[in-house]
């Protein structure tokens, strides 16, 4: 499960020395340095050229400094390093070696995560191909893949305002509680750390299923009735914050640099094991996680539920018992499905049920059982609930695939195509815009991922209007889709909305008129429509 990215932050900044102003510095390469006031971090420029963002660094002391010189094992120094397209193909794979991957400070680390971007796109698309070659279908379905998609940028919104969870507890516990230093450039470092991560990794995972709340976050992962590399893209808003305590001990004796790169190496890895299109992987199935265990892991077959926790390693699962081999064919998603696209519905729904819950619980012990025991829990049962209230699978379980028209579809794509432009657009200037602006344009974001999310479930419920003494309805998807549209127009025309490519600012204009145009005449007929059945 893709969860635990490299968080890209805006710290609080504060002068290098007592005669620079709050701010800014200049670096001795030209490039801004930043120092966090809460954490004492030199970092580098969150951006440079062509909007590439840097990993933050932690200033390393002199004692690490001394002893091993400014040398960082395949760095070039001075920021993070430049690194090969086939070095960053065996990132996704966990197949770069220690003299291939450590770093002294945590600023020469490679963004390996947004370096990987182009590779997920291929992989997507050759997951397409081998799908339709295997089983003569495509691997995913246009409604649930831009729903993945949309929770996948949702849940990276909150990074553009805030700072980043993992990097910077992680550092703060290194520079004032650490026990004792490794070595960053030792290969025994390296392998220890990636064990370290791994479990860690496992308990977080473990616990995000067996704990209400924690679930009621994780659960939009697993809300994708198909399994495939989209699914890997499928991350909860929430989860992040939760998921940071189960790296802290390892700052007590492990480099910053050094759990930088393997946070990193765990989450990639994790997104090749989202598909169906690989079968069993041989002896590497008794070791690693592979595609056959993690489908395992995201069925809703009873004898799925609970299993194959592990991030890489699979051994974790099979020494705390929570390993399963895949067996009858798996049936994906919830054991109870939320049924519907929209991402602001799939990431608080589960939410408002404890909410509920809690409240509807007798007895406060109780209540606090809601919360923190399993999500089958209930008054009188198991901690995780009773095995026999799992619903079994008959093999005629139907998919949530609401049946749209093929312009709709193909509306829904060039939109998203849109607001992935625009979405990329703020990540790379995101250092030189107002506050303002920049709420402006996340708050477009999510409107825009809420109503394709809404088109694509074309459900027959209609927002009441009234009309003089006339109730007369519209849908809903309709509604937001002119707002949106005519949204776009009037903060593009101001110029707080824009794309990564200036030549294209004419055609998005004309592009969301026509749309909005289109969208007013389609909701005119069906209130006419209406009219005509009144009378």
């Known amino acids: 499960m893709i969860q635990r990215e490299i968080r890209h932050w805006r710290l609080s900044q504060q002068p290098s020395s007592p005669s620079e102003p709050w701010g800014k510095a200049i670096g001795p390469s030209g490039h801004v340095k930043i120092r966090s006031a809460a954490s004492g971090l030199e970092q580098a420029p969150v951006r440079s050229g062509a909007g590439r963002r840097r990993v933050p660094a932690a200033k390393a002391p002199a004692a690490a400094q001394s002893g091993r010189g400014s040398r960082a094992m395949g760095s070039q120094g001075g920021g993070p390093r430049a690194t090969e397209p086939g070095q ?27 370096k990987s971007i182009p590779f997920f796109i291929a992989f997507i698309g050759l997951e397409f191909v081998v799908s339709w070659f295997q089983k003569r279908k495509l691997s995913g379905r246009i409604n649930d893949g831009i729903s993945s998609l949309s929770l996948g940028i949702l849940s990276r919104l909150p990074d553009v305002l805030f700072r980043s969870v993992d990097l910077i507890s992680y550092i703060y516990i290194w520079n004032n509680y650490r026990l004792f230093e490794l ?35 994780h659960q939009v992962h697993h809300s994708s009735e198909d399994y495939n590399l989209f699914t890997a893209l499928r991350q909860s808003v929430l989860q992040k914050y939760t998921s940071w305590i189960f790296n802290l001990p390892m700052a007590l004796f492990i480099p910053p640099s050094v759990f930088a790169v393997h946070l990193q190496f765990n989450l990639l890895y994790q997104f090749w094991i989202h598909t169906e299109v690989i079968n069993k992987l041989g002896p590497l199935e008794w070791i690693l996680n592979t595609p056959s265990h993690h489908r395992v892991h995201h069925g809703r077959n009873p004898y799925c539920i609970d299993k194959n926790y592990g991030g890489t390693l699979i051994i974790w699962d099979r020494i705390f018992g929570t390993f399963e081999a895949e067996d009858a ?47 089958g829990w ?50 790379g200037t995101v250092t030189m815009l107002s506050q303002g602006t920049i709420l402006l344009r996340i708050g477009f974001i999510i409107l825009s991922l809420t109503s394709f999310g809404l088109l694509m479930e074309n459900r027959k419920e209609y927002l009441p209007l009234v009309l003089i003494e006339q109730f007369i309805s519209g849908p809903k998807a309709r509604i937001l889709e002119i707002i949106r549209c005519l949204v776009f127009i009037g903060v593009y025309k101001l110029g707080h909305l824009r794309s990564q490519f200036s030549s294209l600012g004419y055609a998005y204009e004309v592009l969301f008129s026509l749309c909005a145009a289109f969208w007013v005449i389609q909701l005119t007929k069906r209130i006419t429509s209406s009219e005509d059945k009144l009378h």
């Not at 065996?90 to 947004?114: I, K, Q, W």
């Not at 209230?389 to 028209?405: Q, R, Y």
């Open 88 to 114: 960053q193909l065996r990132a996704l794979f966990y197949a770069l070696p220690p003299g291939e991957s450590s770093f002294h400070t945590v600023e020469e680390v490679p963004d390996y995560v947004e």
């Open 183 to 217: 070595p960053w450039d030792s290969p025994w470092t390296w392998y220890l750390t990636l064990v370290g991560v791994d479990f860690a990794y496992y308990c977080f995972h473990r616990i995000s299923h067996e704990v209400n709340i924690l679930w009621a976050a």
């Open 329 to 375: 064919k798996v049936v994906y998603g919830l054991t109870h499905p939320v049924n519907s696209f929209d991402p602001i519905m799939l990431q608080l729904r589960p939410l408002a049920h404890i909410w509920n819950t809690f409240w509807a619980t007798p007895g406060f012990c109780n209540k606090l059982s809601v919360i923190f025991k399993g999500p």
């Open 378 to 427: 209930g008054p009188g049962k198991p901690r995780l609930g009773l095995p026999e209230e799992i619903p079994v699978i008959t093999g005629k379980e139907v998919l949530f695939n609401p049946h749209v028209p093929a312009y709709l579809n193909c509306y829904a794509v060039v939109h998203f195509v849109i607001i992935v432009d625009l979405y990329t657009e703020l990540l």
